[in-house]
């Protein structure tokens, strides 16, 4: 069974960081390529960004470019995404998702409950 779990969400002042974390087993994560959904309240998803298999090519979207990073360690299954400079508008539940297809598709096979990340002073 797939199974993806985050944490390292919170509340967070505007301008700090968070590093989000996506443990994940049931399949051969450095196989795969990943995601990161945000979605906030009354809006539909956002793909913020998302990862090759070798983590050789990265996608963001506009809205994070130069304030967010994605990184995997395929050692131990997980995939991350840390969060700088973080603006009221980043407030949030981020999801990981396994990617369907190349890691710029939009689209995905699984996903987990996500993290909710919260930006105010």
């Known amino acids: 069974e797939v199974q993806l779990v985050e944490s390292g969400g919170g509340l967070v002042q505007p301008g700090g960081s968070l590093r989000l974390s996506c443990a994940t087993s049931?399949?051969?994560?450095?196989?795969?390529?990943m995601s990161w959904v945000r979605q906030a309240p009354g809006k539909g998803p956002e793909w913020v960004s998302a990862i090759n298999s070798g983590g050789t090519r990265i996608f963001y979207a506009d809205s994070v470019k130069g304030r967010f990073t994605i990184s995997r360690d395929n050692a131990k299954n997980t995939l991350y995404l840390q969060m700088n400079s973080l603006k009221h508008e980043d407030t949030a539940n981020y999801y990981c998702?396994?990617?369907?297809?190349?890691?710029?598709?939009?689209?995905?096979?699984?996903r987990g409950q996500g993290t909710q990340v919260t930006v105010s002073a």
């Open positions: 049931g399949f051969t994560f450095g196989s795969y390529d």
């Open positions: 998702a396994l990617v369907a297809g190349t890691y710029d598709s939009r689209a995905y096979t699984h």
